[in-house]
């Protein structure tokens, strides 16, 4: 679901059109990502999750939502 969402939130930003609850929702869906890749220590998942952040990152950074 969280691919979905940044689908949605990049559709919005490519038409101009105001994305700040899409860029809450994938957020919110990173949020639940981390805290159940913390909870279960599955290197794979980890290490997706590492490579994730950074664009996270500036999703937050743009929307000054706080990174999870």
Do not use: C
């Not at 590492?50 to 500036?58: H, K």
């Amino acid at each position: 679901q969280l691919s979905k969402d940044a689908k949605v939130l990049r559709d919005r930003l490519n038409d101009s059109k105001p994305s700040s609850a899409e860029a809450d929702q994938v957020m919110s869906r990173a949020a639940k990502l981390h805290t159940f890749i913390q909870g279960h220590q599955v290197p794979a998942a980890a290490s997706v999750w590492t490579g994730l952040r950074p664009q996270l990152e500036t999703v937050a950074v743009a929307y000054r939502i706080q990174v999870p």
